[in-house]
């Protein structure tokens, strides 16, 4: 089955931990991002990444690094969580190269994160 | 750039009757635009979306859109609620000037009640 699967779903952590949310798709996605969602704001995207060893900031980059070493996985990573990034994350991929044209994104289930 | 505006932070209808959320969106190109919608606590599902071609889109559960390049808008809606469409509903907008990146709305959580 074609999915993006996000790992852990639910995380509490303390401030200053080192955190790691892992993404993974088995669509062979050129194409990944991730996403905070927070109430009254709606999606805004943190990092993308348009391949292997190319990534980029989104709209709220900060507090977060991101990598992508595989094509299949793309982690995102909170150095030194503070309680401003508790919020829901998610991730998606979208196939840039297709032969039908549609660069629809695929979104994981989501990553509920507190930061205490 | 791009933006998206949904017009609506809460809609509540009865059950029944007609669901109509509002979404204004700018965009420097040809822009494609996306409804999806979010049930509480769960992920994100695409309703429908809209690429250049019918400017009607048909999705999912009964929903639809128009694409109204002259209003800029692509308001989503729907003949009869059900109590399942209670939900968050988000107005998505891409365009090649943001790469693949999609520029989401703040969403209109649509309460049905009976």
């Known amino acids: 089955e074609a999915q993006v699967t996000q790992n852990p779903r639910y995380l509490i952590t303390v401030t200053g931990k080192k955190l790691t949310v892992t993404c993974s798709q088995n669509?062979?996605?050129?194409?990944m991002s991730w996403y905070r969602q927070d109430p009254g704001l709606g999606l805004r995207q943190i990092y993308y990444?348009?391949?292997?060893?190319?990534?980029d900031k989104g709209d709220v980059p900060e507090g977060y690094k991101v990598s992508r070493k595989e094509k299949r996985n793309f982690p995102l990573i909170l150095e030194s969580p503070s309680p401003n990034q508790t919020s829901l994350y998610f991730c998606?991929?979208?196939?840039?190269?297709?032969?039908?044209?549609?660069?629809?994104?695929?979104f994981g289930p989501g990553t509920r994160l507190t930061v205490t | 750039a791009q933006s998206v505006t949904q017009l609506d932070s809460h809609v509540s209808v009865s059950e029944g009757t007609p669901v109509l959320l509002r979404c204004n969106y700018s965009?420097?190109?040809?822009?494609?635009l996306f409804w999806y919608v979010q049930h509480p606590n769960k992920g994100l599902q695409l309703l429908l979306k809209?690429?250049?071609?019918?400017?009607l889109v048909k999705g999912i559960n009964g929903f639809e859109a128009e694409f109204k390049k002259s209003e800029t808008s692509f308001h989503l809606t729907k003949p009869s609620a059900h109590m399942s469409d209670a939900a968050e509903y988000f107005c998505?907008?891409?365009?090649?000037?943001?790469?693949?990146?999609?520029?989401f709305g703040k969403g209109t959580s649509l309460l049905v009640t009976p």
């Open positions: 809209y690429t250049s071609a019918a400017t």
């Open positions: 965009s420097s190109y040809s822009p494609s």
């Open positions: 998505v907008v891409s365009d090649q000037g943001s790469g693949y990146a999609l520029n």
């Open positions: 998606a991929s979208i196939p840039i190269y297709t032969r039908s044209g549609s660069h629809e994104q695929y």
């Open positions: 990444s348009m391949n292997v060893e190319v990534t």
């Open positions: 669509m062979n996605h050129e194409y």
